[in-house]
C-alpha cells in the first residue's frame, strides 16, 4: 500500500497559489501550524482560506497571503480577539465571507456529500445574508413550507489538519476531546494533508472511534512533533500561554524576525530558547 | 449585605428556572456562577459543559460527551438555553459580537457572528451585559449577529418559529421583551440603582412599569453557595466590581 509520508516542504509543493485552503482545528486549538509555517516560507499565496480561525489566520494575514477569508471568527480563545486578523480587516487587507460556525459545518457536510448546498435555519434575519448577498434560501417541498438558507458547500481544493497519531497510510487519530471538524475538512477536499504528533506502524488497542480520519481522504502524512505550538494539542500538550502572549503582543515584523526566519527545526529551538531566557 | 455582583449571579440564575432538561450555556463569569447556582437550588436537570467537550455534573464528572459537531446539533434541536455577551444590543435584542463601524472595513474588529445567529433562531438566547452603558445599549447595531425580534418576524415564520430572548441581564437590571411590539423592558432594578440612572446609560427609550420593583433577594442558602461553594475566589467581582 502506498506510503503517504513526505515533508512540509512536499506539502507545501503541492500547494498553489489562489486556491481555497481549509484548515482544521478551532480557534487555538489542534493548528496543524507546522504546515501553515512551511506556506509561510513559501511563494504560494493569494489563498482562499477556510478556517475556524485562529492563529493560522492570523500568520497568514500577517504575512499577507489571504485573498479571501472563509470564517465564523478568529480567536485565540485565552486571548479573546486575534490581533492580526483584526489588523487586517480593519486595513482591507482581504475579502471575507463572514458565516455562522452552524453554516460552516453544514457547508463542510454538503461538500463531503457531494451536495451542492444544504438547508439551515440559522442566517436568517441575521447580517450574514448582507454581508454575503450571494446566499439564497431554499422552501421545503413538503407541507410544512419553511423557508431556509441554501448553505453552498464549502469544496476545498487541499485541506490541512493536525492530529496526534497517523499511520504511513493516512489513517488519523484523535487522542483530545474533541474531533473539531477534521474529518470533514479531509472529505471536503480534493487533497488533505495530515500532521501528526507522532507517526505509529498502527494503533493497537486503540478505542475505534478515536480513529477519526480515513486514509481513503488522505493525499500525504507529516510527522511534526509540536506540529501545532502553540496551540493546544492535547493530551499530548496544552496550549503554550506564555508564547501566544508574546505572539499577540510582539509588532508582526519583530515576532517574525526572530521566530519565522528558517524552517519548522529552527523555529523549535527559537521557542526553547526564548522560553530558557525567560525562565 | 449582598453585592452588586450578587444580585446579579441571582438574575442569571433565574434565567434558567423551569428551563428543565436543557444545556445551560453561560458565556462569563457571572453567567456560569449563575447556571451552577440554578442547577444547585431549583433547576437540578440542567446540563452544563466543561468548558470544552464533556457534559459534567457539579462535582466536575463527567456524564457526557459534547464535542463541537454535537453541540451544534444540540442547538439546532433546540434543547439548550444560552447566555451570550454583547458588544452592542438594540431595543429589538439584535446583537453584535462581530465588528464595531462599516462592516466592509471595521473601524474595530471584534470576534466574528460566531454562533449568534444559529443560537437566536434554534434555541432560547438570553444576554449578559457587565456594563450597561450607551455603547452597548444602541439604537441600530452595526452587525446584527444574533437576530432581535423585529428582524426575526421580518425575516418570516421560519425565522421565528423558535426565536426568544428571554431576558437581558446588566449590572444595572432585568429586562425582557415581552411588550406588544417585542421592545426592551425593564423588569427590575437592582438594589441601589434608579430607573432614571439605567434610561440615561440606554441608547433608546425602555418600556417599563409605573412601578420598578427590585431583583429579588438571595435566600441565606443561595449566598452561601455563592461565595463559599461556587464561587470562593471572588471572579463575580472582577466581573461586576462593588
Known sequence: ?279 | MTSRAEYCVLACADAWRDDGEVLASPMGAVPSIGARLAKRTFSPDLLLTDGEALLVGLDGRAEGWLPYRQHLAMVTGGKRHVMMGASQLDRFGNQNISCIGDWERPDRQLLGVRGAPVNTLNNPTSYWVPKHSRRVFVEKVDMVCGVGYDRAAAAGPSATRYHRIPRVVSNLGVFDFATADHSMRLVSLHPGVTVEEVQEATGFPLGRADEVPYTREPSAEELRLIREVIDPKGLRDREVPA
Not at chain 1, 32 to 42: D, E, F, H, I, K
Not at chain 1, 218 to 247: I, M, W
Not at chain 1, 268 to 274: F, G, N, R, S, Y
Open chain 1, 1 to 279: 500500500m502506498t506510503d503517504k509520508t513526505m515533508t512540509p516542504e512536499d506539502v507545501v509543493a503541492r500547494l498553489h497559489s489562489g486556491m481555497t485552503l481549509g484548515i482544521g482545528g478551532w480557534g487555538s486549538r489542534r493548528k496543524p501550524m507546522a504546515l501553515v509555517r512551511a506556506l509561510l516560507r513559501s511563494d504560494v499565496t493569494d489563498l482562499t482560506v477556510v478556517s475556524y480561525g485562529g492563529p493560522d489566520v492570523g500568520l497568514l494575514a500577517a504575512a499577507g497571503k489571504i485573498r479571501k477569508l472563509v470564517t465564523a471568527f478568529a480567536t485565540l480563545d485565552s486571548i479573546p480577539l486575534e490581533p492580526h486578523f483584526r489588523a487586517a480587516r480593519q486595513a482591507g487587507g482581504f475579502e471575507l465571507s463572514e458565516i455562522d460556525e452552524a453554516m460552516f459545518m453544514w457547508g463542510l457536510r454538503a461538500a463531503a456529500n457531494r451536495l451542492p448546498f444544504l438547508p439551515i435555519r440559522a442566517g436568517l434575519g441575521s447580517d450574514v445574508m448582507r454581508v454575503n448577498p450571494d446566499l439564497k434560501t431554499v422552501t421545503s417541498p413538503y407541507e410544512d413550507g419553511e423557508t431556509f438558507v441554501a448553505m453552498p458547500a464549502l469544496r476545498l481544493d487541499a485541506a490541512l489538519v493536525h492530529l496526534n497519531r497517523a499511520d504511513r497510510l493516512g489513517n488519523g487519530q484523535y487522542l483530545g476531546p474533541d474531533p473539531y471538524f477534521d474529518d470533514l475538512f479531509c472529505e471536503a477536499a480534493d487533497s488533505a494533508y495530515v500532521s501528526c504528533e507522532e507517526l505509529v506502524d498502527d494503533f493497537g488497542a486503540a478505542a475505534p472511534q478515536t480513529l477519526l480520519v480515513k486514509r481513503h481522504a488522505v493525499t500525504g502524512v507529516v510527522a511534526t512533533p509540536h506540529g501545532a505550538h502553540f496551540t493546544s494539542c492535547v493530551p499530548d500538550y496544552d496550549r503554550d500561554e506564555a508564547f501566544q502572549k508574546l505572539y499577540a503582543t510582539t509588532p508582526w515584523p519583530e515576532f517574525a524576525a526572530r521566530f519565522l526566519h528558517g524552517d519548522e527545526k529552527d523555529y523549535q529551538a527559537a521557542v526553547q530558547t526564548w522560553h530558557e531566557e525567560t525562565r
